[in-house]
């Protein structure tokens, strides 16, 4: 498939800590990777350090184990995030899904979209699953936010999620969660990990479904 591209030159890509609703997408820079030099990929493929999938193993909306590790043929995209993010979250997912299906079906059945929940307490498994099946129901959903997920964090050069809450100022109705509602602060970096390992991309944020769509082609033809 045919697909626009452009070349990026050397540079420093700085990951941030995106703070979902709070309108401060300009957090202080938590951690940097360089880049590599001039390439076909509209985001940024790493090659200092050239960063493979992570050993992760979580349960999914099923219940059933997830090894992150454990299909590598094709490209994952990884995302670390909340269902009650306003913003940040559900634009990327559309943005993916919308990606995915810019390609043709043999290439969209080599695609796998994991969205990790770092909000756990308020993301049950069936939360989750019916927020991905509004974007496409092939996501695959993870229950995160605990000791694995920070350290993969860590590998991944991705700041560590933290949660900001506050407590109801007023008994919670029946019908709402019974427990304390604020923010998640988490990365807003989405991983690609190509067939192998052999190339690894991230997106730092305003990508579109065409540019997201054109690495992903990229990779697979790798």
Same mark, same amino acid.
């Given at each position: 498939?045919?697909?626009? @591209? *452009? &070349?990026?030159? %050397? +540079?420093?890509?700085?990951?941030?800590? /995106?703070?979902?609703? $709070?309108? =401060?997408?300009?957090?202080?820079?938590?951690?940097?990777?360089?880049?590599?030099?001039?390439?076909?990929?509209?985001?940024?493929?790493?090659?200092?350090?050239?960063?493979?999938?992570?050993?992760?193993?979580?349960?999914?909306?099923?219940?059933?184990?997830?090894?992150?590790?454990?299909?590598?043929?094709?490209?994952?995209?990884?995302?670390?995030?909340?269902?009650?993010?306003?913003?940040?979250?559900?634009?990327?997912?559309?943005?993916?899904?919308?990606? @995915? *299906? &810019?390609?043709? %079906? +043999?290439?969209?059945?080599?695609?796998? /979209?994991?969205?990790? $929940?770092? =909000?756990?307490?308020?993301?049950?498994?069936?939360?989750?699953?019916?927020?991905?099946?509004?974007?496409?129901?092939?996501?695959?959903?993870?229950?995160?936010?605990?000791?694995?997920?920070?350290?993969?964090?860590?590998?991944?050069?991705?700041?560590?999620?933290?949660?900001?809450?506050?407590?109801?100022?007023?008994?919670?109705?029946?019908?709402?969660?019974?427990?304390?509602?604020?923010?998640?602060?988490?990365?807003?970096?989405?991983?690609?990990?190509?067939?192998?390992?052999?190339?690894?991309?991230?997106?730092?944020?305003?990508?579109?479904?065409?540019?997201?769509?054109?690495?992903?082609?990229?990779?697979?033809?790798?």
């Amino acid at each position: 498939m045919s697909l626009r @591209k *452009r &070349l990026i030159t %050397p +540079a420093v890509v700085v990951l941030t800590l /995106v703070g979902c609703g $709070t309108g =401060d997408e300009n957090a202080s820079p938590l951690a940097v990777i360089a880049d590599s030099s001039a390439d076909s990929f509209e985001g940024t493929l790493l090659t200092a350090p050239r960063v493979p999938r992570p050993a992760l193993v979580l349960p999914d909306t099923s219940g059933h184990p997830y090894n992150l590790r454990g299909k590598d043929d094709g490209v994952t995209a990884l995302f670390f995030g909340y269902t009650e993010c306003p913003d940040v979250c559900p634009t990327t997912m559309a943005d993916l899904a919308a990606a @995915k *299906r &810019l390609l043709p %079906p +043999a290439e969209q059945r080599r695609i796998e /979209v994991v969205f990790v $929940t770092e =909000d756990p307490q308020r993301d049950t498994p069936q939360m989750l699953r019916d927020w991905l099946d509004r974007f496409d129901p092939a996501f695959v959903g993870l229950i995160g936010g605990n000791a694995d997920t920070a350290r993969v964090l860590d590998e991944l050069y991705l700041p560590r999620t933290e949660q900001h809450t506050e407590q109801h100022t007023e008994p919670p109705r029946a019908s709402a969660h019974a427990h304390p509602k604020g923010d998640v602060d988490h990365s807003g970096v989405v991983y690609l990990f190509g067939p192998g390992d052999r190339q690894t991309v991230i997106h730092t944020g305003g990508t579109t479904p065409g540019q997201y769509a054109s690495d992903l082609d990229a990779l697979l033809d790798s």
